[in-house]
């Protein structure tokens, strides 16, 4: 099988983690008391020491330090000193301990207060200070501290620079195609392969599938569900139909679409789709008499409106019917259709109908003399007349609300493009206590050929005060031209289930251009709802920023016809219908002792292998049931809601994580029976919710079955070092080490091979521009 492309909305992933240095120097004072009685600006200051490249030190004030004058306690304090010059910003935290002299064991000096160990940003040339330790004399001048007139103190000093951010790269994600049932329906119509009925229409025959057409028609139901034919090898004769309709009826019967629609659109087809109609309507094909009500309405002319309307009130047509009247009641159209020689025929054979067309046209062209009494005198009554529907909408005059007609124009986003961004941040408390409108900022990624990066304020922004956390999407570079529509939705994944969620209702849209407008402020959560489980577990957060770039929508011209909605297909909804009921059911499966009735036909359209088991097996009715081994009864259940539908059931709860083992199970199935597109879906699902303890079993399941893409997903995320030490810890992984050896190898092979590629980062000037 052909390796897929990536989904159609990309999805990429950048990470955070911190970029820190830490050391401890053990600053021993002996003669404790002499240093004491100096004045309160004297300390005594430990010898210098590097930490992160920096030269650093702890200074002492054994004396009360002048800052803290108004403080009732008397305090001893202390002071982390940068004494490196220059150099840009940076972080460090500082945990003063101080050291039992008679065990040698140290112990924090304010243990009740984390907070405290973190300090904020400062610059080397503007304060080269930040306290570290206050602490009550009575409490730093006892024992077992100060003993012998000597105290020791630990400096645990760390310091946090600028954190390191990967490149933003591709998430693999495994495209499905759409779904191919319909064309599969009409290559079986095509083929004529197990068809067991054939239709005579003028002569020309027409085999088909009774299973299709009883499950599409209830007309045909009773036709070829009832008595018994005398001879089943007989055509049934359809009279008063011509084949070409026929053979149009039954491509709609089995793809719920007509061949080549925009064709059958034009005025020059609209007789075909009157006869197309009338079948319709004999077999009671609903979708397809709404379809053909549609293309009808929309060619509306004054040689063709009066014959429309007999066509819909003899068959009951109700909201073709009305738009042919709507139609003939414009003003300069009336004396041209009661010219018209169907509406001739029409009087003479349906003297009611007009009747009843006239009398709502007279009420219209009542209301339109009023509206034109008080049109302004310059504006022109007397309008040339045409024979289109379009030209009569506009012969009525502007697009404004006249009687009988209604006006319409459609809005449709012009999405330039999308995509999601997985913002993983590792360490979490230690990029926090920047300060306010200091961001952690992800890896620079292109939406839509534009480049963005997304920025979370862990101590706030702007409106957001300090108990909030606000998150930014911020434009890199130059704004676009012409001006685009941005929005975006911040999801937090949780760390259990892998599964993203909007904390809250926060979609903001923002319009950018300029330089006044590059940033959108997409998420503004309290600080207790995003630093908790599960989206905070073992200091990592992860964030999904949705962007979606739109140009100014695009709006149609004003139009003036009435519209016919027509329902969408609802051929598969048919299909489900039929293998819940079991009705015409000609085989039977027994998977574990669970027996599952299903239609030959079905199965051999959809599935080779079925059609290779099940072609020229005839069986009797009471013949046993075909055994089904290794395979569980849900999972063989799910295989053939699939292959009548196309779809998953309940697709939104199958797709979370702890159905993981199905989906599994489910991709075995799909590749035995050679079901690609479920094959493919199984894939996707299992792709999105890879963790460390599932990607080593999922990567032995890839190899197994071919499947290429999941398998190269499996080895990008093992190729993460954060991550491989969790995965390598997994039963999953032994298991594949005992197994698939080979396997493994390989795919520490391929993983060397990404680690190899450069990871940079985002380019500085613009990231720091946020």
């Keep these: 099988m052909k390796r897929h492309q990536m989904e159609l909305v990309p999805r990429t992933v950048s990470t955070v983690v911190p970029n820190t240095a830490e050391a401890t120097h053990v600053f021993d004072i002996v003669g404790y008391s002499q240093m004491k009685g100096r004045g309160r600006e004297e300390h005594v200051t430990s010898g210098t020491f590097v930490v992160g490249g920096l030269h650093w030190a702890i200074l002492l004030f054994p004396d009360t330090h002048v800052i803290l004058l108004d403080d009732e306690e008397d305090n001893v304090t202390a002071f982390l000193e940068l004494q490196s010059q220059g150099g840009g910003k940076v972080r460090a935290c500082c945990d003063v301990r101080l050291v039992d002299q008679t065990t040698g064991l140290a112990s924090s000096a304010a243990p009740a207060q984390p907070d405290a160990k973190t300090f904020k940003v400062f610059n080397a040339d503007e304060s080269n200070r930040v306290s570290c330790l206050k602490m009550k004399r009575t409490e730093f001048e006892a024992p077992p501290y100060l003993v012998d007139d000597r105290i020791t103190l630990e400096g645990v000093v760390t310091v946090k620079k600028e954190p390191r951010v990967s490149r933003a790269r591709p998430v693999p994600r495994i495209k499905v195609p759409p779904s191919n049932m319909m064309q599969q329906l009409g290559d079986l119509l095509e083929s004529k392969e197990g068809a067991d009925v054939v239709f005579d229409v003028a002569g020309e025959t027409f085999p088909a599938h009774k299973l299709v057409l009883v499950m599409r028609s209830p007309v045909f139901k009773a036709e070829l569900c009832g008595p018994m034919r005398e001879s089943e090898t007989e055509p049934i004769s359809i009279v008063d139909m011509q084949p070409v309709v026929f053979k149009a009826l039954l491509q709609f019967i089995y793809t719920d679409w007509l061949p080549s629609i925009r064709d059958l659109e034009g005025d020059d087809n609209s007789e075909m789709i009157r006869h197309l109609l009338v079948a319709a309507d004999r077999y009671a094909v609903d979708r397809l008499k709404l379809l053909c009500q549609s293309i009808l309405c929309k060619n509306l002319r004054v040689g063709n409106v009066a014959t429309t309307l007999a066509l819909a009130d003899q068959h009951h047509c109700g909201m073709l019917k009305d738009a042919c009247i709507e139609f003939m009641s414009c003003p300069n159209m009336l004396d041209d259709v009661v010219a018209s020689q169907g509406f001739v025929d029409l009087e003479n054979t349906a003297p009611s109908l007009v009747a009843e067309a006239k009398e709502k046209m007279g009420r219209f062209k009542k209301m339109s003399r009023m509206t034109k009494s008080n049109a302004p005198e310059d504006e022109p009554n007397k309008m040339p007349s045409s024979s289109s529907s379009a030209a009569a909408a506009a012969a009525c005059g502007p697009p404004e609300f006249t009687p009988g007609w209604k006006t319409v ?47 979370l304020y862990a101590d706030g922004y702007g409106v957001a005060g300090i108990d909030d956390v606000s998150a930014y999407l911020r434009l890199l570079g130059n704004a676009p031209t012409p001006r685009v529509w941005v929005s975006c939705e911040v999801k937090l994944v949780d760390q259990r289930t892998g599964v993203a969620s909007t904390p809250q209702p926060f979609l903001r849209y923002a319009l950018v251009f300029g330089d006044k407008c590059k940033a959108l402020h997409c998420m503004m959560i309290p600080r207790g709802q995003i630093e908790v489980e599960p989206y905070l577990v073992d200091d990592r957060l992860t964030m999904e920023f949705h962007v979606v770039v739109r140009r100014d929508p695009r ?31 000609d085989v039977t499966f027994d998977v574990a002792g669970e027996p599952f009735s299903a239609h030959k036909l079905v199965l051999a359209m959809r599935s080779p292998v079925f059609k290779a088991e099940l072609c020229g097996l005839l069986r009797e009715p009471g013949t046993q049931p ?38 599994r199970h489910l991709l075995v199935a799909a590749d035995r029976y050679a079901v690609d597109r479920l094959k493919l879906l199984c894939q996707g699902v299992l792709c999105k919710n890879l963790n460390v303890h599932n990607v080593a079993t999922t990567l032995a399941l890839a190899d197994q079955h071919q499947c290429d893409n999941l398998k190269d997903a499996c080895i990008e995320f093992m190729s993460c070092s954060k991550k491989m030490k969790g995965v390598a810890a997994s039963k999953g992984y032994e298991d594949l080490q005992r197994m698939a050896p080979s396997v493994l190898a390989d795919a520490v092979a391929q993983m060397s091979k990404l680690n190899k590629m450069p990871r940079g980062s985002a380019p500085q000037d613009e990231s720091k521009s946020c």
């Design 555 to 585: 709006v149609s011209r004003t139009a003036r016809f009435p519209r016919i909605l027509v329902p969408p297909p609802d051929i598969k909804r048919q299909f489900a219908n039929l293998l819940q009921s079991k009705e015409g059911a």
């Design 626 to 663: 075909i055994a089904i081994v290794d395979m569980q009864p849900a999972v063989f259940r799910a295989l053939l809601h699939f292959i009548y539908t196309d779809q998953f059931p309940a697709t939104r709860g199958f797709e979370r994580r702890d159905n993981c083992e199905m989906i």
């Design 409 to 455: 124009s459609t809005c449709a986003p012009d999405v330039v493009g999308e995509g999601v961004h997985v913002f993983d941040i590792f360490g979490y408390s230690d990029h926090k206590g920047m300060g306010a409108h200091e961001p952690i900022r992800s890896g620079a990624f292109s939406v839509a050929g534009l480049d963005w990066v997304a920025c």
